[in-house]
């Protein structure tokens, strides 16, 4: 076995491996042949770490496959209609071959059955590029790749392996989130295919994830983009396709159109990813969404000036339209659309050098203000040749850590139990009076319990029999 198809027993976790091992003498000793497939062989001929891998098994029928594994393994066979079967405790799927034949529109209409004895080469054929066609054999140390997958690994290209391609329009989005992560080249042929395809009502949650791949596992996020534009994908999301050869002031955008910006942002962000899916996937929304009120907005002036005023406040509603087309996730929604609509507001404060009530309310706008720099960082990573140095962003960070507001929106000082301990009932009173002290605590008129505690003894109309002396 050559060192080269070592590294794929490297790149699994031994768990995984040595499952896999068994599994594949038990099949041989039954018969069959189970070989590693699809990402997991592909990732490990990348020299990657996979988190999980998928076993497909020839020469077997499924009754006798799941009486196989359920010898040494506890067996999900929730997948069992489409000849899938999970290990528990193992990120280990185990499968026969799968036969697709197109009976609907989108990603959904196929009747799925298995077949285990279909060929190397057919079941290989169904699946969407050639680097993902590959499988391996753990006991013969085999690399099975009838469509020269591993050539293109190498090459870095990108391509269809059958014209059953075409069958499922979420491939194209696969390619776009493909090319971003392992910064590939698509190939003509496969381009020419993918502008043929339609997205054919696909699912919404479908949608999302191929996104939220770019997004979180994207290393150059402007390569499946790029790819959405030249095969004419963009047109399916109108926002983004609006900030094609939408003009930007040289002086301040010398890279050229609020796409061209767009896209390097992007790959700007994917560099300063901090590893925490949810932070990540929030702010690298915003990077993609923080300009889409630049078509909208922007004009030429008297003075030959490209402007456009207003862009991030009117940004927030093409950047709703756009997300809402990928997610119903509402707090997701929320949690972009003000980082969009606040996107200036690091660079201004910092030019304005605002005091501490500025900083505070900032922070209870947008909830988290390390998230805000971020967006702010990446906006100023995208223009080429200039310097994406930021001071605006450490000085605001400094001054959000100093008020213990950086990831965190002010909590209120006051709340219902101190009204209630200075002798009110609660009522239609309560929420005014606890607004009007936190508003009082934004400005800065008092910076502890007791400070808001006599605070509200002034907002009240008669001195309480018993006032309150702490929280």
Sequence with gaps: MSSRLISIQSSLRPTEFDAGVRIAEAVRQTGGR???????????????????ADMEVFGLEEKLL???????FEVNAVG????????????????????????GTGHRGFAVTGDPHMSQVE???????????????????????????RADLENRILRHTSDKFSEDPLRVLRAMQFLARFELTIAPETLELCRQITPE????????????????????????????????????????AALVGCEQDPQWHPEGDV????????????????????????VGLAVLCHDMGKPQTTYTDEDGRIRSPRHDTEGVIPAELFLRHLTAHQQLIEDVLILVETHMRPALLHAAQAGDNAVRRLARKVGRIDRLIRVAEADMGGRPPLSADFP??????????????????PEPLIQGRHLIAFGLKPGPRFRPLIDACYEAQ?????????????HLKALLPREPDSPATSG
């Design 123 to 149: 079941a290989a054929s169904r699946r969407d590029f050639t680097l993902n066609a590959l499988s391996w054999d753990p006991l013969s140390g085999e690399l099975v790749d009838p469509f020269n997958g």
């Design 80 to 103: 069992r209609a489409f000849g899938v079967f999970k290990l528990r405790g193992l990120e280990l799927d185990v499968s026969l071959p799968r036969r697709e034949s197109k009976q």
């Design 392 to 409: 605006a962003g450490q000085w605001l960070l400094e001054r959000a850590e100093a008020l213990s507001i950086k990831d965190a929106a």
């Design 66 to 72: 799941l009486r196989l594994l359920r010898r040494d």
């Design 201 to 240: 009502n696909l699912p919404r949650e479908r949608i999302f994830s191929e996104w939220e791949k770019l997004v979180l596992k994207g290393v150059r996020p402007s390569l499946g983009l790029t790819f959405l534009k030249d095969c004419g994908w963009i047109r399916y999301t109108p926002e983004l």
């Design 34 to 52: 189970a070989f590693f497939v699809g990402g997991c062989v592909r990732d490990a001929l990348l020299g990657r770490a996979s988190k999980d």
């Design 259 to 282: 796409w061209t910006h767009t896209l390097h942002c992007m790959d700007a962000f994917a560099r300063q990813r901090i590893g925490n899916d949810w932070e990540d996937l929030v």
């Design 442 to 454: 934004l400005d800065g008129e008092f910076n502890d319990l007791n400070g808001g505690l006599a």
